[in-house]
Structure formats: structure tokens, C-alpha cells
Nanobody, 117 residues
Framework: VQLVESGGALVQPGGSLRLSCTAS????????GNWYRQAPGKERELVAT????????HYTDSVKGRFTISKDDDKATIYLQMNSLKPEDTAVYYC???????????WGQGTQVTVSS
């Protein structure tokens, strides 16, 4: 059982990236899909959530209107589309799957996103 992330890169301010997180050994059917990030010297913060039931999404204020979380059930993959990137978006981004009722949770290994000119 694991989550494998990809898509992190160095990008200029104003650019775009799409992060992917693919589950193996399980699917996101019962799991909320989350993206967290952790910048150097800062605590890990929740960036975006996609609820397993109903598909509701939630974003931290600093990324609203710029980031979009989505899911492809056939591929057992969640995505984070990031547009209009800013230097303050620089961080390691982590994928998380959380089945709240069963108290099951998995983390990806993290992928580095660097926004710099």
C-alpha cells in the first residue's frame, strides 16, 4: 500500500504545474484526498482537500482561485493543478489519503516544488 507522487519541478513565477498522486494497493473510494505542503522552517499545512463522498473541495485561503484538486477514479490518482505560482508556494508537497471512519491514513514521499526566477 503506497502513494506515489510526481510532477514537482522548478518553475518561474506565474507558471503552472500539475502534481499527481497514484495509489497502489487501495483506491480513493473511501478516502479523502489531501495535498499538504511544508516550506523550510515552517509547519506542514493543508493546502487542498477532496472529500470521498460528495466530492466537495476545500482550499486554504492562499491558494483559492489558483489551485484545483481533482481525482481520476479509473487511475486511482488525485491531482493538484497549480496556476499563477508564486515564490511563497515553494515547498515540498505531500499527498495524503485519509479514511476518517476507519482511521486509516497514508502519505506519499513528497515532491519538491520551487518557484523562482
Amino acid at each position: 500500500v503506497q502513494l506515489v507522487e510526481s510532477g514537482g519541478a522548478l518553475v518561474q513565477p506565474g507558471g503552472s504545474l500539475r502534481l499527481s498522486c497514484t495509489a497502489s494497493g487501495f483506491t480513493f473510494d473511501n478516502y479523502d484526498g489531501n495535498w499538504y505542503r511544508q516550506a523550510p522552517g515552517k509547519e506542514r499545512e493543508l493546502v487542498a482537500t477532496l472529500a470521498s463522498f460528495g466530492g466537495a473541495t476545500h482550499y486554504t485561503d492562499s491558494v483559492k482561485g489558483r489551485f484545483t484538486i481533482s481525482k481520476d477514479d479509473d487511475k486511482a490518482t488525485i491531482y493538484l493543478q497549480m496556476n499563477s505560482l508564486k515564490p511563497e508556494d515553494t515547498a515540498v508537497y505531500y499527498c495524503n489519503a485519509h479514511w476518517v471512519l476507519e482511521k486509516r491514513e497514508y502519505w506519499g514521499q513528497g515532491t519538491q516544488v520551487t518557484v523562482s526566477s
